[in-house]
């Protein structure tokens, strides 16, 4: 119930490609559903985090989709560059508030 | 502003020795989380703290766990009698409220990288 499915666990793209990471969950308590980005060494640093009130959620070239129906959502990275290659993470908490679940993670590579 | 910080960075360790990992909360915040993070894997849910008070531990393992956020000091996590699989990168994150709250985040720190021999 509390599990965060992610795929693809890794993803090559050319610079300027469009990458897209999916998302799926099963609790239907889950109302807060962040991004998270993690570099080599690093602790994960927020990238954009949405509510099940809207669809989307757009901030610089990121964007989350989101299909409550459907217990699924998503990150698209417009126009990517080689500075996005990292580790994406998505991650979901319920209103309890006590803690994130987060996915498996896909490790992205941009091509210059 | 500083972030959030952890220390050690790396931390190596013997099997059946102890290791203490510290965390200090950015300024203002009150909620600490801890994650583990296993090689190639997600972040998994350890422990949430308030000041002199565990709020959940149901993601602790039930033997040589513990952790602490008194009222003064950095939030400890505290691994007794270390074994290989105790082997990851821990993370301390701290928010002003409960994340379910509005415009709210957990911000993370850099990790302790723990290695047992």
């Known amino acids: 119930q509390q599990q965060v499915k992610q795929s693809p666990q890794s993803l090559i793209v050319q610079k300027g490609g469009i990458p897209i990471i999916n998302c799926a969950y099963e609790?239907?308590?889950?109302?807060?559903f962040p991004w998270y980005q993690q570099f080599p060494g690093k602790g994960p640093a927020l990238l954009i985090a949405?509510?099940?009130?809207?669809s989307e959620k757009k901030e610089g070239r990121f964007t989350i989709s989101f299909n409550k129906s459907a217990k699924q959502f998503s990150l698209h990275i417009m126009d990517s560059q080689p500075g996005d290659s990292a580790t994406y993470f998505c991650?979901?908490?319920?209103?309890?508030?006590?803690?994130?679940?987060f996915g498996g993670g896909t490790r992205l590579m941009v091509k210059p | 502003n500083a972030g959030v910080m952890q220390n050690p960075r790396h931390l190596v360790r013997r099997r059946g020795q102890e290791a203490r990992l510290r965390c200090s909360p950015m300024?203002?915040?009150?909620?600490v989380y801890w994650y583990r993070q296993l090689p190639e894997e997600g972040l998994k849910f350890m422990v949430y703290?308030?000041?002199?008070?565990?709020?959940?531990e149901s993601g602790m393992p039930k033997e040589r766990f513990s952790a602490e956020f008194p009222k003064e000091g950095p939030s400890i996590l505290r691994i007794q009698q270390v074994v290989r699989g105790d082997s990851a990168a821990y993370f301390c994150?701290?928010?002003?409220?409960?994340?379910?709250?509005?415009?709210?985040?957990?911000?993370f720190g850099p990790g302790t990288r723990l290695t047992v021999l």
């Open positions: 949405i509510r099940p009130d809207v």
């Open positions: 703290l308030q000041k002199e008070n565990i709020i959940d």
């Open positions: 609790n239907t308590a889950f109302d807060y």
């Open positions: 991650a979901a908490s319920n209103n309890a508030g006590n803690m994130l679940t």
């Open positions: 300024k203002g915040h009150s909620h």
């Open positions: 994150a701290s928010s002003t409220l409960p994340i379910s709250g509005p415009n709210n985040e957990q911000f």
